[in-house]
């Protein structure tokens, strides 16, 4: 079944692309440009500070160009969207960018190079996560059929495809990977009681929040992939009572979670900035009528 996933998985990429034709040059769009725009910032722009892309897409989408996930503030312009979508991106980013300066077109971020690349990206990370479910799926003793079943029906019967395939750069399909990854590992460990299996799991958690923060909620299914909560209770016993275990797995956690306050201290001086600044619920002003 392998074979199967990767391989449908390479035909609906190449369809896709084949059926945009030249609307492949918008795959970085709407907020999935928000998520995208530290790569550029970065390592185009080499600054922390937002306002070059914000100039850039300004040029690139004209005078209704909102901009609503930059905020300007007086370290210059923050991103309201956390980074994790970008460091996935990443090793495609760099490709392109290689590949844009051996062949001489411009390194710029957004050329059409760029686009293939953040598509490529989401193909992929769709394939890992795919894999990684009906693994997961594989070690609950469910057979082959409904294993098949369950990822099309997550692909074609949830936005799935849509973010995978159309609106590539938006964090969805990246948050599906890293989440059926991670649910992968704890599963693992719930069976093994493998200390590989529990510091991976918490590697891949802080990829998870780091990605977008609400993902972590994701740790309320850790007890349904025990089996039973006899069994549940037995393994955090067993983590409990080693406490360099657990040391050890908060500092890969944070290793990874922590990049997020790291590059705000970079950009404002500050490890935690509300990058959202004045969006947010009016809970003493309802709306239920309108």
Do not use: C
């Not at 996933?5 to 492949?24: H, K, P, S, Y």
């Not at 185009?44 to 996930?69: C, N, Q, S, W």
């Amino acid at each position: 079944m392998r074979t199967f996933i990767t391989g449908g998985v390479i035909v609906i990429f190449i369809v896709i692309q084949l059926l945009r034709a030249g609307t492949v040059v918008q795959t970085i769009n709407g907020d999935g440009t928000g998520y995208y725009a530290y790569l550029p910032a970065i390592f185009i722009h080499h600054t922390t500070d937002f306002t070059p892309v914000y100039e850039l897409e300004k040029e690139r989408r004209g005078l209704d160009y909102m901009a609503h996930y930059f905020h300007k503030t007086e370290h210059g312009m923050v991103n309201k969207y956390q980074l994790g979508t970008a460091l996935m991106i990443l090793p495609f980013f760099l490709m392109a960018w290689l590949y844009s300066i051996i062949i001489g077109m411009p390194p710029d971020g957004y050329s059409i190079l760029f686009q293939y690349a953040v598509s490529l990206a989401a193909a992929v990370y769709l394939a890992i996560g795919l894999l990684a479910t009906r693994k997961l799926l594989q070690l609950f003793g469910i057979r082959k059929s409904v294993q098949l079943t369950t990822l099309l029906a997550l692909l074609f019967g949830t936005n799935l495809f849509y973010y995978a395939f159309l609106h590539t750069s938006h964090s969805h399909v990246y948050s599906f990977s890293a989440i059926a990854v991670f649910l992968l590992l704890s599963k693992n460990f719930f069976l093994s009681s493998q200390t590989k299996d529990f510091l991976l799991a918490a590697m891949a958690l802080g990829l998870v929040v780091l990605i977008r923060p609400t993902n972590g909620l994701v740790v309320l299914a850790l007890p349904f992939l025990s089996a039973d909560l006899a069994t549940f209770r037995a393994s955090w016993r067993q983590i409990i009572s080693k406490p360099k275990l657990i040391a050890l797995s908060v500092l890969l956690f944070s290793s990874v979670f922590m990049l997020q306050p790291l590059f705000n201290f970079i950009q404002t001086g500050s490890w935690f900035v509300w990058s959202y600044q004045s969006e947010g619920f009016h809970f003493d002003n309802p709306a239920l009528l309108s």
